[in-house]
């Protein structure tokens, strides 16, 4: 179902956490909540939830106004970053818990709860722990549960809080692209918070960046890569060099060879892949050395810096494994620059 | 190449207490319990039968000393289900919500433990005695309070209210509050939430705090002495009781019912360490 937000504000005594809040989430997304800690991206996710309340504004769901309802009355199913599995509980009591607690009217029988549950733990290929409690469990295989049990009551959006933020990393790498493919097969409607730009554009059929609780962009994640509408943006997406044009900086993009004459903005923004290197063939050619490299897997990184340079100054460019084993650079090299593109910002 | 390392994983005690020291250290404190709980316990029990199992008995049955087991059956009877629910609520309030005031709460629940029995006591007298702030009020309209059992029962509520808040709060605190979020998020209402998820994983130390309520209810004795007026076979307590009948030299039956509140005692010491046990099995 979609989701719309209008002029959510919430305080914490004399902190801002939200302001102005307006979203629209179409049904069917997977959306990422992106932000720095604190942005008050959590809350944000909590006030649709129910579990806070806001302290103005309206949450609608499906074109209705639910800003009012308690939360077990929404119809949403939350997944807590610490899991939040009833410990005292098996995992298929667990996942068979909002089918119990329904009204009576609406309660299934025991058979179909368990037709039910079984149904959703072989989703979560995780049939097989069903009879062991939370405890026993690795942090992987809980929040697979927590989310079979969010699943159980047909929910009509799926919220996430930072699901992947206490695993570790393999783990979290293997989970991401499952939660993917999941949503891809159910296609719910569901929003999930995280502070991991790559996270969030590696899952997510929509990013909406947060910062100081309030929305900066939103967007599909190759929008929001390829064009930040501001510098909060583009520094938090990805890796960015900054240059600033009235400073010492601009002989950078002088050297790079960009037209200083007239600048778009103070600040040009430049992606790492965005600086193509050749090598000098002379050390008067150009002032700018490697000064070191660093394997990624796939890319090399480069760090550039000025000889004769006041400032430590370092530039970052990236390029394929392959390319630079083709241009034959050793540290201290003299080499050129070209800088592709740049995003400008005042 | 391979090279084979062997590794032993047996602690080096490089820090340890010379051996006269962990022994004399170790007997100063058998030897503080024995000597001041296992002889007096011994004490009572023998005192209590020196007469033979006929007098212990006749001790026990006659109508003052069953007339006091009675009362203070029935004061904790009131005061710890009372207590419970009351410690259950201030420790929701504190770990759960958020308000102005809540450290100050936090300090008050403990104001009993930190003031005298007597004074409690006599903060009752103050407020409902003859000369007291209501006293006029309810003599016009019959009611007796101090001297009378609701006196004994106010009295041991103020007493006893601390330690069921006490034992949930620390217990909740660490339990947070995110599984009952998710029972709610699934639809539960607060008080299905509250039966099937925060009672669960309370039980032990809901219990462990009832179990110090009633021990001390069925004990107190300085709050109670105040206001209660030691009217035998009417407002006598089993402390009371036994302050009475030893002070009119009937040892026997001063003895015999020390000996059902010494029994009370370890029966509490038991079940405290089976529920810390199960409690720590809980953790794990």
Redesign the interface.
Known sequence: MSILLSNINKKFGQFSALQNINLEIPEGELVALLGPSGCGKTTLLRII???EGADGGEVCLNGKDITAQ?????????V?Q?Y?????MTVFDNVA??LR??PKKHRPDEATIAKKVHALLELVQLDWLHDRFP?QLSGGQRQRI?LA??L??EPSVLLLDEPFGALDASVRKDLRLWLRHLHQELHVTSIFVTHDQEEAMEVASQVVVLNKGRIEQQGIPSEIYDHPVNAFVSKFIGQTNVFHVEKEDSQWLEHAGIVLDDPQGLIAHVRPHDIQIEKAQSAEQSPIILKDWQHLGATIRLELSKIQSQSNAIVYAQMPNEQFKNLNLSKGDHVLLQIKQAHWFN | MHIATTQTFTAQPTFRDPRWLRVSLILIAVSFIVLFLCVPLILVLSEAFSKGWQAYWSALSEPDTVSAIKLTLITALVTVPLNTLFGLCAAWAITRFEFKGKSLLTTLIDLPFSVSPVISGLIFVLMFGAQGWFGEWLSAHDIKIIFAVPGIILATLFITFPFVARELIPLMQEMGS??E?????????SW?TFF??TL??IKWGLLYGVLLCNARAMGEFGAVSVVSGHIRGLTNTLPLHIEVSYNEYDFVASFASASILAGLAIVTLILKSVLEWKQSQNR?
Not at chain 2, 181 to 189: D, F, I, N, V
């Open positions: 939830a129910g579990l308690h939360v077990s009355n929404r119809g949403i199913g939350f807590f610490h939040a599995l009833f410990r005292h818990f909002g607690v329904k405890d927590a049990r969010a159980a009551v | 995110e599984e979020e998710a029972a709610l998020s699934l639809g539960a209402s299905t099937k998820i669960p994983n794990v």
